[in-house]
């Protein structure tokens, strides 16, 4: 059995509401970074109660029916773009939204008040909803992240699209006369039982698309907090060596030099022994600072544990990779740190490794803590590189 228009209509409001229950649901147990669940549950809302009094055409007066009807539906899709820009953090276009909103009343206005046949309504009403649902489209699309791939923007996005091209193609139809004479919003003809089909379908599977991406954006969120260090800001242990065997591997393709450097406080059990592991902490957010401002830009830098820090060096060969470790090690050298009214001053020491091909990164490591240990072992607060040079003590 055939829905009828009016029968359809009533089922996607129904569906419509139920996606409005859940994004509201989403908006409060999603953090405040993630946006724009309200609205777009709002815009749900909006465009149901659009379809209400476009679908009681005949029950209600045609004047709240039409202007009524068509101007929310233009507002719900309105405020769909704004959920979406207030997502990304994205400016939102408010200028041409409202005109399209504006326009949409003020034409049906025009239209009962000249009498102008339903067709041209249509006409009207599917020209704004074609540039609305094409501004939703690109405002999807302009947030993607197009270094990886999110399925819920291309998904939301798609079906996005779909909805414009159908608006369009029924304008087209209208505009060409070609088909049936249109008989209005509950015309029972094929065209505009596709019409109507494509239209909610899709507005309700782009509702299913944001939700997807709300969820995409929550996982990237825990990702990026379980990927830095909660206290200085610099990559996890587990993430930083994730990241250096990328840039290893790209190292040893390309015939690249890349150096390795561990770092330690040191005397930091003294510090926290004496001053508290309060002031350990400020100690080691410190020296974070440090490695930010003195480390270029393409270097990875990351906490390795404890008082200890992890640095890699791409396209960096070793007698560059010391000038570059003595600048950092000369900004520590007897660095004061104010704590509770108090001084802190602090060392560390630093050893350096150059990757060889073939090397397993962990072996790399490995070499530059042996050069590390022969730092603290030589009296602290200085550089020193693998392989070691030592001095026998019958040459002093």
Same mark, same amino acid.
């Given at each position: 059995?055939?829905?009828?228009?009016?029968?359809?209509?009533?089922?996607?409001?129904?569906?419509?509401?139920?996606?409005?229950?859940?994004?509201?649901?989403?908006?409060?147990?999603?953090?405040?970074?993630?946006?724009?669940?309200?609205?777009?549950?709002?815009?749900?809302?909006?465009?149901?109660?659009?379809?209400?009094?476009?679908?009681?055409?005949?029950?209600?007066?045609?004047?709240?029916?039409?202007?009524?009807?068509?101007?929310?539906?233009?507002?719900?899709?309105?405020?769909?773009?704004?959920?979406?820009?207030?997502?990304?953090?994205?400016?939102?276009?408010?200028?041409?939204?409202?005109?399209?909103?504006?326009?949409?009343?003020?034409?049906?206005?025009?239209?009962?008040?000249?009498?102008?046949?339903?067709?041209? @309504?249509?006409? %009207?009403? #599917?020209?704004?909803?074609? !540039? &609305? $649902?094409?501004? *939703?489209?690109?405002? +999807?699309?302009?947030?993607?992240?197009?270094?990886?791939?999110?399925?819920?923007?291309?998904?939301?996005?798609?079906?996005?699209?779909?909805?414009?091209?159908?608006?369009?193609?029924?304008?087209?139809?209208?505009?060409?006369?070609?088909?049936?004479?249109?008989?209005?919003?509950?015309?029972?003809?094929?065209?505009? @039982?596709?019409? %109507?089909? #494509?239209?909610?379908?899709? !507005? &309700? $599977?782009?509702? *299913?698309?944001?939700? +997807?991406?709300?969820?995409?954006?929550?996982?990237?969120?825990?990702?990026?907090?379980?990927?830095?260090?909660?206290?200085?800001?610099?990559?996890?242990?587990?993430?930083?060596?994730?990241?250096?065997?990328?840039?290893?591997?790209?190292?040893?393709?390309?015939?690249?030099?890349?150096?390795?450097?561990?770092?330690?406080?040191?005397?930091?059990?003294?510090?926290?022994?004496?001053?508290?592991?309060?002031?350990?902490?400020?100690? +080691?957010?410190?020296?974070?600072?440090?490695?930010?401002?003195?480390?270029?830009?393409?270097?990875?830098?990351?906490?390795?544990?404890?008082?200890?820090?992890?640095?890699?060096?791409?396209?960096?060969?070793?007698?560059?990779?010391?000038?570059?470790?003595?600048?950092?090690?000369?900004?520590?050298?007897?660095?004061?740190?104010?704590?509770?009214?108090?001084?802190?001053?602090?060392?560390?020491?630093?050893?350096?490794?150059?990757?060889?091909?073939?090397?397993?990164?962990?072996?790399?490591?490995?070499?530059?803590?042996?050069?590390?240990?022969?730092?603290?072992?030589?009296?602290?607060?200085?550089?020193?590189?693998?392989?070691?040079?030592?001095?026998?003590?019958?040459?002093?």
């Amino acid at each position: 059995m055939e829905l009828d228009p009016q029968t359809f209509i009533v089922a996607s409001m129904l569906a419509a509401l139920m996606m409005m229950i859940i994004f509201f649901g989403q908006a409060r147990s999603f953090p405040k970074s993630i946006k724009g669940f309200n609205v777009w549950g709002i815009a749900l809302f909006t465009v149901t109660l659009a379809a209400a009094l476009l679908a009681a055409r005949g029950f209600i007066p045609g004047p709240v029916s039409i202007v009524l009807g068509n101007g929310l539906l233009a507002l719900g899709i309105a405020l769909m773009i704004v959920a979406i820009s207030i997502f990304h953090n994205n400016p939102v276009p408010w200028k041409l939204s409202v005109v399209c909103v504006v326009f949409v009343v003020a034409g049906m206005v025009w239209c009962l008040s000249t009498e102008q046949e339903q067709k041209i @309504r249509t006409i %009207l009403g #599917s020209g704004s909803n074609t !540039v &609305l $649902l094409g501004m *939703v489209t690109w405002a +999807i699309l302009k947030g993607r992240d197009k270094s990886q791939f999110q399925l819920g923007i291309y998904f939301s996005s798609i079906c996005a699209g779909i909805t414009t091209l159908t608006c369009f193609a029924r304008l087209v139809t209208l505009v060409a006369g070609i088909g049936e004479p249109h008989g209005g919003l509950l015309d029972e003809s094929p065209v505009q @039982r596709i019409y %109507l089909m #494509s239209y909610n379908i899709n !507005v &309700l $599977l782009a509702s *299913v698309g944001f939700s +997807i991406m709300g969820h995409e954006k929550l996982v990237d969120s825990y990702q990026a907090l379980a990927s830095r260090d909660g206290l200085t800001g610099l990559y996890s242990r587990t993430r930083f060596i994730e990241l250096a065997e990328r840039e290893a591997q790209r190292a040893e393709r390309y015939h690249c030099d890349i150096s390795l450097v561990l770092i330690d406080i040191d005397n930091f059990k003294q510090i926290n022994d004496t001053c508290g592991h309060q002031a350990g902490d400020a100690v +080691i957010k410190d020296i974070a600072a440090v490695m930010h401002h003195n480390f270029r830009d393409i270097d990875l830098l990351g906490r390795y544990g404890g008082e200890e820090f992890i640095a890699l060096l791409p396209e960096t060969p070793m007698v560059d990779a010391k000038t570059i470790v003595e600048r950092v090690r000369s900004a520590v050298d007897q660095r004061t740190v104010v704590f509770e009214g108090g001084e802190i001053t602090y060392s560390a020491s630093f050893g350096v490794a150059q990757a060889q091909p073939g090397l397993p990164l962990e072996k790399t490591v490995g070499q530059a803590d042996k050069a590390l240990y022969h730092a603290k072992k030589e009296g602290k607060n200085r550089v020193e590189v693998f392989p070691l040079v030592i001095v026998p003590e019958s040459s002093l």
